[in-house]
């Protein structure tokens, strides 16, 4: 059981380094780690922020555990350059095309939700983002008009097979939930969105069980904070499920506490908090671990198939939660390392 550790940027090697004593912690037989650089770091180490050293370690693990990209000294460089290119090429070589972000309000935590704590408390629910396509991977420039002026432009596009793959995932995770979902997006004004909900229809055809909603991105926004009690799995694009998970968190009360699992067709899997690199609070030991911890939980779960130690994760997080450890972000006042230690104690 080989797992690739790209720690990243930021607070990427410092919540990574707490998911790392997790996962070493339950002395798991035959689980090898290995490092490689990704990102910024990677940039700056090989003058490329995915080296082939690190895609061929990420491909040639069972699972990827990764930190987070990002390093304002690097938004300036030619685009693929960027330590963001990293995390957009693994998800696109390595085929990461389901994206699973799920959100539910931990026990003792609703008063920390950025909604009322009996709106918060009836939060469960599963983002499914598409990873694969979407306007993040059509064709983009800045062009110079003939009249002289700058023009930006991104090309969206979905094929009805990246849509149909989508949606299996988002109806099979459905039926082992609630049986309901919702696909969120934007058919009243895009074309790409219209086909969208035309495939999303017709695959619900195979999962007579599951009860299928369509809604507008800028209404699920709305009912995502109205009442977000009322989503059991939400399935998106790329672009609405990267916007709307943000807001999921907070919901739930912090970015530093939702994990994510990327899917691809094979057992391979990519797990990283949904968080980036918080340039503003890196190197500081202040940033939450909870979300990277729980990607390691999910690495175990969907790409070893280890349910137990998974589950044993998930209960000491729950239970550290519990019992009142917060970091800055719920509050509170204990760093990155000190938050690990009280999960490990859990353990
Ligand atoms: P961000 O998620 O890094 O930070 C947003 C805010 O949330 C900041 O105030 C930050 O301090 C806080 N925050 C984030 N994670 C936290 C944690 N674990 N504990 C406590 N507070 C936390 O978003 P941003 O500032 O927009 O982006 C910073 C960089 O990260 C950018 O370069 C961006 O492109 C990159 N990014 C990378 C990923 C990824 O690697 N998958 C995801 C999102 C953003
Ligand atoms: C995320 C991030 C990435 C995305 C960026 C860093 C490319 O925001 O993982 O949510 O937009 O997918
Ligand atoms: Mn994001």
Not at 14 to 41: F, M, N, Q, S
Not at 288 to 315: D, K
Request: net charge negative; hydrophobic share 45%; glycine share 12%.
């Amino acid at each position: 059981m080989k797992i690739a550790v790209l720690a990243g940027d930021g607070i990427g090697p410092e919540v990574t380094r707490e998911a790392v004593r997790v996962l070493e912690a339950l002395g798991l037989p035959g689980l090898e780690l290995v490092e490689a650089d990704v990102g910024g770091a990677a940039y700056k180490a090989h003058g490329h922020p995915l080296p082939p050293a690190t895609l061929e370690i990420a491909r040639a693990s069972d699972g990827i555990l990764f930190g987070a990209v990002g390093d304002p000294t690097c938004d300036n460089l030619e685009r693929h350059l960027r330590p963001e290119q990293a995390i957009l090429g693994l998800r696109k070589e390595l085929g990461l095309f389901a994206n699973l972000r799920p959100a539910r309000v931990f026990a003792g935590l609703t008063e920390f939700s950025a909604l009322r704590p009996e709106v918060a408390g009836a939060i469960d629910l599963l983002i499914v983002r598409e990873l694969n396509g979407d306007v993040y991977f059509g064709e983009k420039g800045i062009r110079v008009l003939p009249d002289g002026r700058r023009q930006g432009w991104d090309m969206m596009s979905y094929a009805e097979d990246e849509v149909r793959r989508i949606a299996h995932v988002a109806f099979k995770a459905a039926m082992g939930r609630g049986k309901k979902l919702c696909s969120v997006d934007k058919a009243n004004v895009l074309e790409t969105f219209q086909l969208w909900r035309d495939v999303m229809i017709e695959v619900s055809a195979e999962y007579p069980e599951v009860e299928l909603s369509h809604m507008y991105v800028d209404n699920a926004a709305m009912q995502l904070v109205r009442n977000p009690g009322q989503f059991d799995v939400i399935v998106t694009g790329n672009m609405f499920g990267d916007i709307l998970s943000d807001q999921a968190s907070m919901c739930v009360g912090s970015i530093g506490l939702l994990a994510s699992a990327s899917l691809s067709e094979g057992t391979l899997g990519l797990y990283e908090p949904i968080h980036g690199s918080a340039p503003d609070i890196a190197g500081k030991g202040l940033a939450n671990p909870i979300a990277t911890i729980l990607s390691a939980a999910m690495l175990l779960r969907h790409s070893l198939g280890l349910e137990e130690p998974a589950a044993r994760i998930e209960a000491a997080v729950a239970g550290a939660l519990a019992d009142g450890i917060r970091g800055g972000d719920l509050g509170g006042t204990m760093g990155t390392v000190a938050i690990g230690d009280a999960i490990l104690e859990r353990l």
